[in-house]
């Protein structure tokens, strides 16, 4: 489990937007904030302001299913309650080889990957041995590029800081196809939990570089 850290505080820093100003003071030294894809594709983070902080998949019936049910965004969390043990949330939705090239989609805003290395965010689940794992994609969910799974991670009660290097994740022995996180890549979803009926609320969600300055 060397990829995932429970933090109480982010030395990551978070994107401007996040915190409200441009430096942040620690000690006697000032620490720039980081840089944060979807603030610096989007100019709007993932901070669950709005229900386009996620994919479309969020409302929709093709399938990957969201599998959620109570969803709303509120005083900047989302809420929702897993309807079955297999609920997805994409941080970056997948564009459709068979549809116009519009929208957040990771065909018209493709990830670095060899630049954003670390996910950060700050979720809740109402569940003792609940676990969450990541998938990202090489180019969308309806080709055969390739796709990475991850193993699971389990999560904590209460909210926790989540820092997760996928840099340093592996593909789960499962799938059938994977590749390390670098690169480009076009999807990123995240299943927040594996059980059925577990509220989950996240906070915000960063994925930044690794700046050793930063630390």
Known sequence: MKTFVLAVSLCLCLATDAM??????IGSRDVKAAQDFATRSFQDPWDMQQRTDFGAFLDGTDQPQPNFSGISFAGGVFSATSSNNDPSLFLLDTGNPHAVTIGKTGSNHPIDASTYKVLAMRMHVNHPTSQMQ???NRDSIFDNSLTVL??????SQSFRIYLMDLSQMTANPLAEQGFQWGGTVRTLRLDPT??????????WARLVSIDTSLC
């Open 20 to 25: 409200g100003q441009t430096v942040t003071s």
């Open 194 to 203: 594996n059980q059925a009926g577990v509220q989950v609320q996240i906070d």
């Open 134 to 136: 990541l998938f990202w």
């Open 150 to 155: 991850t193993p699971n991670f389990f999560t």
